[in-house]
């Protein structure tokens, strides 16, 4: 029996969840226990498969700073990805896989570049008592996908501009009720290397020390993958708008018309069904627009039909605020880079 290893030459975060997913589904080499995927993605968020991307991120930052936002197949939380970031996905078909098995061998990596590394009871790793791996997995039939970050160097600034775990809109004019998604586990996380030390050679070399160590754990050889499974039918799923809409769990967001009454804007398959106007001194509610054509994805970017929907109803008259100042206040919670 086998480990077969590929690292991924794309640094697209679409195209590498697109090969996780085909590798998961695709014909497999018949004597590989194991497949070991490596890849570094250029700057992107990936939320987990329940999340909810308006708890997780801040949306006009990444609007502004254009970060496309991923939903992967797994669970788990919402990470920052960028080239101070390496991830590894082990596909694996034993029938018994364990993720801690295989973090333990991460540790063990990591120990040989005398980083002492422990694992909590989440599938985390700490450095020196501080994150720098999270963990996620995806079982079938026949097969588990676990993939896991191993955060090298980061970019704190950016992360913290980007990410977090009660969202507070900058304006002050937003809220959320997160309905039945999975928010993040907030922690403290640090890097593994400085910055002049992360670098090319030292990627190769914790790639190739987990691999060979992986391989020894299982008693098995090592080769390399090179028929790479079609995953042009993942990409199209992926990027589908049934995947990036449909998927987030229901939700609401309150927007604050004066200091007594907010909307509250109801979300069901990345769609507004329907809009109230509450007391935000007794919250009692009162619908005052419903029923909403198909084209009124919360998240698509500068959707005209839906704003011309809204002119052209007795919306600005129900809520006696100016229709501009309310479509202004929706549109910059709007996603434009959501795949």
Known sequence: MAVYFYHSSSHDALSNLALE??????????????????YENSPSIIIG??????????????????????????????????????????????????RSDSLRIMIDTLATFNKQVTENDRFDLYFEGK?????AMRKTKDRFLHHFTLLGNLNYSTIAELLHT????????SSL???????????????????????????K???????????????????????????????????????????????????????????????????????????????????????FPEFSFYFSQKNDSFISFLRNSDFGRKTSVNIDQIIKRISQNVIENII
Not at 24 to 34: C, E, M, S
Not at 177 to 203: Q, R
Request: proline content about 5%; charged content about 30%.
């Open 21 to 38: 997913l085909s590798l998961l589904r695709g014909k497999l080499p018949d004597d590989a226990t194991d497949i070991l995927l490596s």
């Open 131 to 135: 994150k720098i791996s999270g963990s």
């Open 49 to 98: 498969r329940f999340q909810n991307p308006w708890l997780e991120c801040n949306i006009p930052k990444v609007n502004e700073l254009k970060i496309p936002i991923y939903r992967r197949v797994s669970g788990g939380g919402t990470v920052y990805h960028d080239f101070g970031n390496l991830n590894f996905s082990i596909i694996s078909k034993r029938p018994h896989y364990q």
């Open 166 to 173: 009660k969202y507070v809109d900058r304006n002050n004019v």
């Open 177 to 203: 009720k997160a309905g039945n998604a999975i928010p993040s586990v907030a922690a403290t996380t640090t890097s593994l290397f400085p910055k002049n030390e992360w670098d090319i050679e030292k990627i």
């Open 205 to 291: 070399m914790i790639k190739e020390q987990f691999c060979v160590l992986f391989s020894q754990t299982l008693n098995s050889q090592v080769k390399l993958l090179e028929n790479i499974p079609d995953d042009r039918k993942e990409k199209d799923e992926l990027s589908s708008l049934l995947w990036r809409y449909s998927e987030t769990p229901p939700f609401e967001q309150m927007i604050n018309l004066s200091e007594y009454d907010s909307l509250v804007l109801s979300m069901e398959k990345g769609k507004i069904v329907k809009i109230e106007k509450m007391s935000r001194e007794s919250s009692k509610r009162e619908v005052i627009l419903k029923d």
